[in-house]
């Protein structure tokens, strides 16, 4: 098991930047690769980034690329999101994910374990 904490989420104007981090604890974490994932009201679930285990490769979805940059710290056993240039269409709760996979990984089946999620208000 995996247990993944997420924190750093709020209400920030447009245009506005946040940086969410996402601390696991159990099962030795430089073993997964990471996610953010972000779910709006009404909507489903989609991904955000991805990072591989050396933090090396990250992959992010269209919308978000040049805005969001996904890190790791593998010493302190976390995951972030640089948040930048912030949008309302961001606005959402944001999820952490851990996969038990090689490379990056973008599809939502592929997680094993998640966070409780955060709040990420963006006002216009």
């Known amino acids: 098991q995996v247990q993944l904490v997420e924190s750093g989420g709020g209400l920030v104007q447009a245009g506005g930047s946040l940086r969410l981090s996402c601390a696991a604890s159990?099962?030795?974490?430089?073993?997964?690769?990471m996610g953010w994932f972000r779910q709006a009201p009404g909507k489903e679930r989609e991904f955000v980034a991805t990072?591989?285990?050396?933090?090396?490769?990250?992959y992010y979805t269209d919308g978000v690329k040049g805005r969001f940059t996904i890190s790791r710290d593998n010493a302190k056993n976390t995951v972030y999101l640089q948040m930048s240039s912030l949008k309302p269409e961001d606005t959402a709760v944001y999820y952490c994910?851990?996969?038990?996979?090689?490379?990056?990984?973008?599809?939502?089946?592929?997680?094993?374990?998640w966070g409780q999620g955060t709040q990420v208000t963006v006002s216009s």
């Open positions: 994910a851990a996969a038990h996979s090689l490379g990056v990984v973008d599809h939502i089946l592929d997680y094993n374990f």
């Open positions: 159990g099962r030795t974490f430089s073993n997964y690769t």
């Open positions: 990072i591989e285990q050396s933090g090396i490769s990250t």
